[in-house]
C-alpha cells in the first residue's frame, strides 16, 4: 500500500499544530506571533523547508505501514 501526504496537506497540519502549540503554550503575544511568522515565511509551499518536511514525513509514514505489514505477515493466526 501506498500513501502520500501532499504539500497542501502537510502544509494545512503544520499550520493547525504549530496554532495549537502557540495557543496551549501559554506563549506571550509576541512570541506566538514570531512562531506564527516562522511558519508562513520558512515553511510556506514551495521553499526547501516545506519541501523537506514532505519528503521526511512521507518517508516515515511509508517505514511505518512497512513495518505494519511485516509485522501483519509475521504474526501467527492464533495470536489475534
Known amino acids: 500500500m501506498e500513501v502520500k501526504f501532499t504539500d497542501?496537506?502537510?502544509a494545512?497540519?503544520?499550520?493547525?499544530?504549530?496554532?495549537?502549540?502557540?495557543?496551549?503554550?501559554?506563549?506571550?503575544?509576541k512570541d506566538r506571533a514570531m512562531?506564527?511568522?516562522w511558519r508562513s515565511s520558512e515553511m510556506k509551499l514551495g521553499s526547501d523547508d516545506m519541501d523537506d518536511l514532505v519528503r521526511k514525513a512521507n518517508e516515515d509514514f511509508a517505514r511505518m505501514i512497512q513495518r505494519r505489514e511485516r509485522s501483519q505477515i509475521r504474526k501467527p493466526d492464533w495470536a489475534d
Open 12 to 29: 494545512e497540519a503544520l499550520s493547525i499544530i504549530v496554532s495549537s502549540m502557540a495557543d496551549e503554550a501559554g506563549l506571550s503575544d
Open 8 to 10: 497542501d496537506e502537510l
Open 35 to 37: 512562531l506564527k511568522r
